[in-house]
């Protein structure tokens, strides 16, 4: 199984709700990532978890939840969006954080992503 | 800083080669990545290099020079369906600098 599944794979919420999206993977994983993207520009990287803990986070504003329940599992709490947040929300996951050598590429495999509308 | 630069447009004909060409600044260097993204899903993994020279995969071949801080994506016997965006990535080598960072993707149309 080299699949990292995305749900729900589009959502449209207002400014008022509180929504999640969930992401899970099963190659045994131990880095997984949320990305934001907008269109026509590169993924931007929000958070990173590695081991489960919480490593990397970019100064993503705090109406923006990340949570990593177990190595398998990724979510991403919603709350109080603004219309801007629209976005292509991308999962990612890698054998491990960065990675190095030809051995261990720590290639990125990403979800289809979940299409955000904030009304 | 740190700066990855690719050309913003291309345009080829099915059948034809077409280069890529990535030039990066970036503190330290772990590894350069290439993948695809067709409009509206998500980006796939075409190529991997970390040591200079050409890593050839099917119809597509990547090279790298680190002194020259330059990589290329070749792709061979264009089809249709290559046409995508392409994105150059490179990743640092301390901390938090392994993590990627993005060029702004280079947009490949590839006509009959």
């Known amino acids: 199984d080299t699949e990292v599944t995305q749900t729900p794979k589009h959502l449209v919420m207002g400014m008022t709700n509180k929504k999640s999206l969930k992401c899970e993977q099963h190659m045994g994983h131990r880095a997984m990532y949320w990305y934001k993207q907008k269109a026509k520009k590169p993924p931007e990287l929000m958070f990173v978890?590695?081991?489960?803990?919480?490593?990397i986070n970019e100064s993503v504003p705090s109406r923006f939840s990340p949570e990593c329940p177990n190595s398998s599992l990724l979510n991403l709490h919603l709350h109080a969006l603004q219309p801007e947040d629209s976005a292509l929300y991308l999962c990612?996951?890698?054998?491990?954080?960065?990675?190095?050598?030809?051995?261990?590429?720590?290639?990125?495999?990403f979800g289809e992503g979940s299409r955000l509308t904030v009304l | 800083g740190q700066n990855i630069d690719q050309p913003t447009e291309m345009t080829a004909t099915e059948g034809a080669i077409v280069q890529i060409n990535c030039t990066y600044q970036?503190?330290?260097?772990?590894?350069l990545f290439w993948y695809q993204q067709h409009a509206g899903e998500a980006p796939t993994f075409l190529s991997y290099n970390v040591l200079d020279g050409l890593e050839e995969k099917g119809r597509f071949s990547s090279f790298l020079s680190r002194s020259k801080g330059y990589s290329y994506l070749l792709l061979k016997e264009l089809q249709m369906k290559d046409s995508a965006s392409y994105l150059c990535?490179?990743?640092?080598?301390?901390?938090?600098?392994?993590?990627?960072?993005w060029g702004l993707g280079t947009s490949l149309a590839v006509n009959p």
């Open positions: 970036t503190s330290g260097f772990n590894g």
């Open positions: 978890y590695s081991y489960e803990k919480l490593s």
């Open positions: 990535a490179v990743r640092g080598n301390a901390g938090n600098n392994r993590k990627l960072i």
């Open positions: 990612a996951s890698s054998q491990q954080m960065g990675g190095g050598g030809a051995a261990n590429t720590g290639e990125l495999f």
